[in-house]
């Protein structure tokens, strides 16, 4: 019975051993972590710890080499099965090991990223790449009325390149003869044979700008740029041919913002800022079309904190419960909940907190609520 028990273990290792990456370094850490094996390997793991509490055998004799045993053999194989598996997972923890670590500072180099951008500040004019004028191809063509906007017809230098050789441009800039000023730039940004990026220019400068951002071959970016600056930003966020996120700068700041989240053409979100921090948000919560919560922000040390907000619970246009929040320690905590229960511009429910825990409750008419 031991014997065929050993042949099956043996035969397990075996297994075990073609399913984990060959050709693994062994390792100095002798432990086993089970975590890292699967269920041939863990009965193996079992089997093997099982025959380390077994007696020893007597070690064969220096002098003497007698043919092993069946039973030799098999012990033999279990001992080399478990140092192969020990090293293999060695090696596993290893990779694993260096893996978080790469996975931890690509995490970190994220976070270091969007902490040194700020999402509030007004973008700046794309920065173009300034490229020698011989690269280019050069032909006299005109652009009939309305391609781009324009009321009439006009008489342009189209400059290309044609940079991987595939016949299609990379890049194409339309130049007006006369002033020698750029009025048009299309690009394909990833060389992958589609232009994604169309701007326009006004005395050299460029003032809007359309992106494919996901290469499907639909605008789904709208920009516009005054003075250097981003001015507005329109955004179709789920790729469905209606914008449904703005975006408002005043001078080098985040303004306004405005989001349509179920693409019924209503908007149902706007925050408003000040100097990249917000003062105030609206929102329709149940989509009706009819904004139905408003949000008051200050700042506390730099940081914005509620500190009032209003609901109309009922859908009736008019507010019905105000919620007001000590925001001392620099967080938001519930102070004080005024409540119109009934809908007739009466406050029917003051509730007082303190730490943010219910401590009393003042009720104008107990048949109004569930006590």
Partial sequence: MRFHSRIRLAAWAATLLLALAPGAALGDDPEVDPSLLDMEGLELLRALESRSEEPASEPPSTRTSPPKTSAEAADEALRESEARLKALIDEQTKIQNALADRTRSAQEASTASLQGSDTRRAPEVPEERQLPPAIFEREQTSVPSGTWGNRKRLKVVKLTVDADGDG???????????????????????????????????????????LDSNDDGNPDVWERYAKGRMTSREVDRDDDGVRDAFYRYDGDSLAEERHDSNNDGAIDRLILYEQRLRVSAEEDQNTDGRMDTWTSYIVVDGAEVIARIERDTRGEGSITVVELF?????????????????????????????????????ISDPALIEL
Avoid at 176 to 194: A, C, F, H, M, T
């Fill in 326 to 362: 000590d925001t001392a320690t620099g967080r938001a905590v519930i102070s004080r909940k005024d409540e119109d229960v009934n809908g007739d511009g009466e406050i029917d429910v003051v509730s007082i907190y303190e730490s943010g825990r219910l401590v009393r409750r003042e």
């Fill in 168 to 210: 299609v441009p990379e890049l194409t800039r339309y130049i007006d003869p006369e002033s020698k000023l750029q009025i048009r730039r299309e690009e394909d940004r990833n060389y992958d044979g589609v232009i994604d990026a169309w701007s326009d220019y006004e005395w050299g400068e460029v003032v809007a700008r359309v």
